[in-house]
């Protein structure tokens, strides 16, 4: 553990970054999350096509990160065009852009990146200042990625009582994000300051996001972790063994509605039946003020085959219809709280949310 200097005022102690990316050497460097928990894999990506690949197999996930690891892709595929003008590089460049953007379509942080990008880019005075601009501006991004998780996993912190039992859901750790986390940040930081937390982690089908990813990060830190499957989480809400519940976002609509790994929804429902507080960490680049709620957010539906096979080796009978939605929308009266880097938000969000 380490202490930064925030601001003249404020220290906050952070645990070493765990590196789920980073650029080294002129190529993206990343963690396989497919490999987890039983192999440390990293990939050495060269091409934009290489990240959009990595990206759609989600060998890198969890929105903040998916943002950071399209600007670098952007930054990437920008090195490889050949034009004769401004105008046509950009105009390539926006071809790759809406590739890298199609590769997930829930998660707004993504699609936010690289329109930062293309932005930066059209200011810039010519192509090889295009080029090096870009990629001053994803390892920009990387930063403030970093910095945003510190800051509101500092804030959500003062919601969680010493000796609390968290619930959470998916990852929404360091390896969704550039480092440190959102829905773990906020435990990550309540632990470093000395609190007793225990976490439940469902296990996230269909591809076991929780029992893969958050059960060996929280192990990894030393954190309590009870893994238990996704239709258990009931039982314990209701039985009053769950103090509070903090999950990350995807995205986050204008009036408070929020899209996140599927299951999510039915936690907040039991929250609510149980009594229970149910916060939502993310940072302010997954609010996305043009949608004015949840029914607006495009949910992505992923192949059939991670729901009717496991582990490569089917789990229903041959020719089953499946149907496998990433995510889903939790509205915003289920939930208690948003914590972002620039606050704690609570209803009405409409009002709240552009105000940050």
Not at 16 to 38: C, F, S, V, Y
Not at 168 to 194: D, K, P
Not at 255 to 281: C, R
Not at 297 to 324: C, D, L, Q, S, Y
Request: net charge negative; aromatic share 6%.
């Amino acid at each position: 553990m380490r202490c930064e200097l925030l601001s003249d005022e404020e220290f906050f102690c952070v645990h070493k970054i765990m590196k789920t990316l980073e650029w080294k050497d002129n190529r993206l460097r990343l963690l396989d999350q497919t490999q987890l928990p039983h192999e440390e894999v990293y990939l050495e990506l060269g091409s934009y096509q290489e990240v959009a690949s990595a990206i759609r197999e989600m060998r890198v996930r969890g929105a903040p990160a998916l943002g950071v690891a399209a600007a670098y892709g952007l930054a990437l595929g920008a090195r490889s065009i050949k034009a004769a003008s401004k105008e046509d590089f950009l105009d390539q460049l926006a071809r790759v852009a809406d590739e890298l953007a199609a590769t997930r379509p829930t998660a707004v942080n993504l699609s936010w990146a690289l329109t930062r990008m293309k932005r930066i880019a059209a200011v810039a005075s010519n192509i090889p200042s295009i080029k090096a601009v870009l990629l001053k501006e994803a390892q920009l991004i990387e930063a403030e990625d970093v910095e945003a998780n510190r800051r509101l996993g500092r804030l959500g912190s003062d919601l969680v009582e010493d000796g609390a039992t968290i619930l959470t859901h998916c990852n929404a750790g360091s390896l969704a994000t550039a480092g440190y986390g959102t829905a773990l940040g906020v435990i990550r930081a309540a632990w470093e300051q000395g609190k007793r937390v225990h976490v439940f982690v469902p296990e996230t089908r269909p591809l076991l996001q929780g029992a893969r990813l958050t059960a060996w990060e929280l192990s990894q830190e030393g954190i309590p972790v009870t893994l238990i499957t996704d239709s258990m989480a009931g039982h314990f809400l209701s039985r009053g063994a769950i103090d509070c519940v903090i999950v990350g976002a995807d995205r986050i609509a204008r009036n408070g509605d929020v899209a996140n790994k599927i299951g999510t929804y039915t936690q907040a429902v039991l929250a609510a039946e149980s009594g229970v507080p149910f916060y939502v960490a993310a940072p302010t680049s997954t609010v996305d003020l043009a949608l004015a709620s949840g029914e607006e957010i495009p949910i992505e539906e992923r192949r059939p085959e991670e729901v009717t096979h496991f582990a490569g080796r089917a789990i229903a009978p041959n020719g089953i219809k499946a149907a496998n939605p990433a995510f889903d929308v939790t509205p915003h009266q289920y939930i208690t709280a948003i914590i972002t880097e620039k606050g704690v938000v609570r209803e009405p969000y409409a009002e709240r949310l552009p105000k940050l």
